[in-house]
């Protein structure tokens, strides 16, 4: 019963075999060898993108910080939400990639809103040289509350962004799950709604520790290569990122795994309902905040389930206070986890 | 009628005497001239501290991000308000100077509450290694906006941030004119309120470009050199930045200097209130944030007055709308200048 | 016939069963999998040393640019050879990550003598505040250019370093070859030689990518892990990081595929002798620099072996001008594959 | 008799009036004052440049930090020589500019001559994404150790600099020493030639902190406006820094104080030559670098003289040894002064 982050289940047999199938002879390092060739036409084929730019890097902070770097420079500000990763759980890498831009908070609670970015881009740089410049405005889909944007809300935010000439980076650590639950493609959740640059997540839908980094603009290829070898980013063996994402991309095992990442979660959600559990909104993709009287958190910790408290503690008097918990499921979450963490509620 | 900023008008003619006094034959360069020596001494004299470090640099955001910079690493974030000098018009200089540390932004409008700063550093690192580390607290006294902190106000603040062993900035910029708003002691409006390091400004009290960083711990003394030195702001021909802060500091100028400047800005206050003006706050030291009818605005320009409009533009329709200004007060503006600026409302 | 480098060839079987092993259920993130306690410990015991600090990344470049930024402070310098790979082979990453470090180049060929090092240590900071301050020295073991110290040579040239208090760094890509070649222990090559950090190598000798860095004053501790979280450079799944190492450590394996890489180079060094190749130096450990006539390698080109040439170009007139090459031998390579290469000579 | 370096002489009368002279009411600050636009005019003229970008900042370091940092990235590296200011005395600030670029020294004593550029360059970056990519050529001009670069000689290092596209950048904190040397026109030893940037200094020559940055491309103007922010280099009150720049150029002071500096210089070697000093090379600015007797050496310590002892020590046993010294005219030093320091040795 662990429901405490898609990053702690295991890897998908389909991508270990894929890497166990590399583990063969000798392949050049660095990038050079031909899985990565695959993969790079794979990913631009999947994004209709002829010319894009194509990386892999092992963790989800190294590819939002040099994605990021890429379009941020020294004297910028980077704007993003209040509970964004880059912002809250990347212990500044993003500010260190990007030698000191700064991090403008667009006020709300989970979701960017146009108007918001629109009036926080509005407040930043009105003094000419004294304040940070506008830099790229980042996105992140699947939120870190579990929400996904609609192709509708994307192309506003975007819209937003290129007023001001501001270029559009998508943090994708869960892009398979939004685009799952938004059934639509990756290009349509990407280029098509305003995006420059994405970080495509492997890591938390069933591989090991591999992101994609697409950038549609070419033109930043190099900078990007130089700034991942600079950032002790690039895998000299590298043919076992390359399988990895070669393994997840096959027979769309990457939409499949966040299909039943979401399935779990949907499960659980009406578990979790029939139980009486209020949720912070409605679970739309592989994540859930729910709030559950203390009472019955504490049965399931005596049951041995693993998941966060987002607020309040166990301890505590009142066994009829609700607390805020996260409960995240990957695809490896077996429909008997779920019901059994149900019924100990 | 300048009332633009302080950072506008002449250098005091005992701060030009001293420098072309002091320009005479040769002085070893690089702060090892006789006249920092005196400085040194000087300041340690005012502060009742003995062992502070002392050192010139020529710009405030050059004393600030250096103090900072060896207080705050770079996982680390620096508390400060949401209009501060360091978040707003440094264009990222603490976070380059920092090597990429964040501010984290204490809500409120101008003054820092305990509150507010306690529950802000409690909002910080709760996720071990994931988000920065807390670091320093940055108080700017005066304010941004015009107000004094009083000394139980200061201590307040620092007593929060001593409890999370966090140490405390103190951006004084105009340090003089808050301590004749308060009739204090240097002492007792840093280290005796719990400050650990102070930049001590010249430039808008007097000055051409001189202020002084002092390090209550003089065990950041050396690091303080060497990042003054690879920052670029360690002067060869230095005595004429001593000289500067000597003129300054002889027979109490600075404190006349500010209380001139207070003065003034009192002076205007009470004739704007005449005038039907209202006030952001009550003016306190040599700062002004009050509103007029677009008309009166429009009469002031018309009459060669130079001042910002915070908030609104002199352009629109209603001559009765009321538009915010900011009004600053050097040392050099004359009553006359002042009555003049009063009369044209 | 592949002898372009030991960062091409297979991960060693035993080390991907342990992650195939590794790959069940779920486990903590973050480097708070048990397999990382196991881990922990046996490196510990391993070096002899109970409170060393002990951390793995995936690349050898943020092994050692994390490793000397706890040492590097910004407005310092690191000393190493010319050939250093921290100086030619990783794209500024070591300025990078001290926030601007110099690295300052101790002449000579090969190895670090002493003699050139104490030279140019007394050659740097002559000039208090102005030039950097000395900082860290590194040293290879193995050498870019295959030698191996002798525990003397590295305690001899540890001396000169403490002689000046300045830290010591062991980059330790190739670090069991270098023991195994000294027969000695891994507390006589580091601490005990006077080192105080090293990258320990597993990527380059069997692993799939995998560097533990080894602290031995463990107050360094949480800044290397803030480091390595800012540099994104901590892995969610860290369980696969920890198998590879422990697929590594157990049983010795470590120690017999350097063992293994080494026999094969000496197997590889004896064939190009009796073939009249001229050594730049002799063979120690996985590493030969040896020329051969242009004739000689275009038949090994011919032939399909890959590696690289090191001084000229396959293109030229005279078949008898020598070039020389770089041969590198992992622990994969096979006794038919040395012989077949050597027979095309 | 003060001949320890050209940082340590009284500003000029000239300048020091212009500067008492600007002190007169209020002047719109952070570049913003109407002297600057005379002195952005003058500059132009001077350089026949009239789309140049011109800024002033208060130290040799931040210009030469800030022109390098917009043109050498963070994953590239400066060619300079080993005994470039650069490298040598401004603490790793060009690093710390650049986000952490190197500083590839190419060898040479005093003069980087073509060959040895082009052979440092052609050592770099052979390793595509591994090493630093090749970044600015920094030439000095005068040099470290005294000499002057013929325009024909400057021509030649750009040639190869422009044969792989690499920009250069010319610190000038003596350029008006040198271009007197030359007898020749501010463009024929900058864009003429074929720098990109150049610091053109004033402190060494009469100012009292103020050097001019001119870009040639326009292009680099914003970026450099906001690394010069961003480093809190701007100055508030910014006109006197203008002051001292206008001053400095009326009536060509800067050529006529150089101008006397480099004849206080040449009587001194005169002197010199007649008292036995050998040179290590003949003098042609500003700075002298020859021998003398440990015996003379201390006649002159033992008369108050102040300069630096290059290589040796006063202490010593031999009175005959030669000592080599460093001696550095400005134009403040007068012929009777030389004339007494002279009779001493």
Redesign the interface.
Known sequence: M?FA?D?????HPQV?DR??NA????????GADPIMDEVREAIRNLFEAPEAAVYL??????AN??ALACYA?????VFCTQVAHIH??????P?????????T?VPGTDKMTPEALRKTIEGEEV?G?????RGPVSITQVTERGSVYTLDELSALTAVAKDYKLPVHLDGARFANAMMALGCTPAEMTWKAGVDVVSFGG??NGC??VEAVVLFDPKKAWEF?????????????HR?LSAQMAGYLADDLWMKTAAMANRNCARLAEGLQAKGASFLHQPQANMIFATLPRSAHRRLHDAGA?NYIWEGSLEGDDPDEHLAMRLVCDWSITPDDIDTFVSHI
Chains 1, 2, 3, 4 share one sequence.
């Open positions: 662990f982050s990053n702690a289940g295991p890897v270990m890497l166990n583990n063969d002879g000798y392949a050049m390092p660095y890097v092992a963790t989800g902070t190294a910080s040099l420079p020294a004297y910028s500000t809250e759980d990347e212990c500044n890498a500010e260190f990639y990007s030698a000191g831009a700064k991090l908070l003094r040289v004294h304040g940070p410049q890591t938390k090991m520790g290569e130089l700034r991942r070898k600079r950032g002790a980013h690039l895998f000299s063996k076992y693993t």
